[in-house]
């Protein structure tokens, strides 16, 4: 499967086939488990975009309808202090 996933690098000159000969799991022994591995990874993808668009979703609705801060929504809505500078920055632009 290495082979094949180098090959197919090459001939499509497209590196995230070669990127998942070295994903978590060890080496794969069959298409299918590296078809698996690339639907596993696009939901946890999609999964943690749906976070990021609800959390935004939320701050913004806080805002408006209790006239809080950027801030001051994101402490009521439990965010974490290390995540807050991405939203702030969204928030801005």
Same mark, same amino acid.
Do not use: F, H, P
């Given at each position: 499967m290495d082979?094949? =996933? !180098? =090959? +197919?690098t090459v001939l499509t000159k497209d590196h995230r086939f070669e990127a =998942? /000969?070295?994903d978590e799991g060890g080496k794969v022994s069959n298409m299918c488990e590296v078809l698996d591995r690339v639907e596993? !990874?696009? &939901?946890e993808?999609? &999964?943690a975009e749906g976070v990021e668009l609800t959390r935004m979703e939320s701050i913004k609705?806080? +805002?408006?309808?209790l006239k809080f801060t950027a801030q001051q929504a994101m402490?009521? =809505? &439990? /965010?974490p202090a290390?995540?807050?500078p991405k939203y702030l920055g969204r928030l801005e632009s």
């Open positions: 082979e094949m =996933l !180098k =090959l +197919m =998942l /000969i070295g596993a !990874k696009g &939901r993808e999609g &999964r609705n806080v +805002m408006d309808t402490d009521v =809505l &439990r /965010i290390d995540e807050q």
